[in-house]
C-alpha cells in the first residue's frame, strides 16, 4: 500500500504541491483528477522519486522511501508510465519491453504473458521499433513496459491523453483487469471524469497544487466532485 502524507514539493522558489496526503490499496484504482497544470505529474514525480520532496513522507507497503532514488524505488516495486509515454523510438518493441528488466532478479528477467494477453499488438510487432508505432501503440508499450517490472505500485499518468478511442477502451480494459488480479494499487492522473469514473475506486481532485475535494466510490457526491474539478 501507498500513503504519501503531506507532501511538498517546490521546483526553485515556486511550490507546486501543498501538503498532499494520498493513499492508493492493493487491488483498487486511485483516481487523480484536475485540470492542467494543478501538480497532477509533480504528484507522480514526488512518489517515483522523480523530484525530492521539500517536505512529507512517502511509505510503500509500511517502509519509508522518502529518501529513496528512481532505481530504488523501481526496486521497491513502483513503475510509472509518465505523460509522453518517453518510450526508446530506435529500439525495438521487444528491446523496450527488456528495458523493464533492470530493477528485476536475473530469475525474474522475462516478458510476462500477461503483457501480450492485454496489447496482442505488441507480439505482433516486436522486431518494429518503436518510433514506428502510432501513439496508441506507443502508449500501450509504455503500460506494458511497465508491468514486465511485476510492480507493487503502477502510476499511470493520462494514459488516455491523444489516443484513439478504440485503445482507450483496450486501456481501460488492462487497467481493470490488473486491478482484479489484487496484487498492485494503481495511481491514475486523469482529466477525463468519464474514464476514470468506469476505474476508479477512489477519487480525489487537485487544484492549485493541493487535494480540495477525496471519496472513496460508495460516498463519491458527484456533483460535488464535478466543482472541484471546475474550480
Do not use: W
Not at 1 to 6: E, G, H, R
Not at 102 to 119: G, K, T
Not at 124 to 148: E, K, Y
Request: proline share 5%; with cysteine; charged share 25%.
Amino acid at each position: 500500500m501507498l500513503d504519501a502524507q503531506s507532501i511538498d514539493l517546490h521546483y526553485g522558489a515556486a511550490q507546486a504541491l501543498r501538503g498532499v496526503s494520498l493513499q492508493a490499496a492493493v487491488g483498487e484504482v486511485t483516481c487523480v483528477l484536475g485540470r492542467n497544470g494543478v501538480g497532477k505529474t509533480s504528484l507522480l514525480d514526488a512518489l517515483a522519486g522523480q523530484q525530492p520532496v521539500s517536505r512529507g513522507t512517502v511509505m510503500l507497503d509500511g517502509h519509508d522511501i522518502t529518501a529513496l532514488k528512481p532505481y530504488q524505488r523501481a526496486g521497491r516495486g513502483i513503475a510509472y508510465v509518465p505523460q509522453g509515454r518517453e518510450i526508446f523510438p530506435l529500439l525495438t518493441v521487444e528491446e523496450n519491453l527488456k528495458t523493464g528488466f533492470a530493477p528485476l532478479p536475473r530469475e525474474q528477467r522475462n516478458i510476462p504473458d500477461d503483457v501480450f494477453s492485454l496489447f496482442p499488438v505488441l507480439h505482433d510487432m516486436l522486431r518494429r521499433r518503436g518510433g514506428d508505432l502510432s501513439g496508441g501503440q506507443q502508449q500501450q508499450l509504455a503500460i506494458g513496459r511497465a508491468l514486465v517490472m511485476r510492480p507493487r505500485l503502477l502510476l499511470l499518468d493520462e494514459p488516455t491523453e491523444g489516443i484513439q478511442p478504440s485503445i482507450i477502451k483496450d486501456i481501460g480494459r488492462a487497467i481493470s483487469y490488473l486491478r482484479s488480479l489484487k496484487q498492485m494499487a494503481i495511481v491514475l492522473v486523469e482529466q477525463y471524469l468519464d474514464f476514470a469514473s468506469e476505474l476508479g475506486d477512489r477519487f480525489v481532485v487537485m487544484d492549485r497544487g493541493a487535494i480540495v475535494y477525496a471519496a472513496a466510490r460508495a460516498d463519491l457526491d458527484e456533483a460535488a466532485l464535478k466543482r472541484a474539478m471546475a474550480i
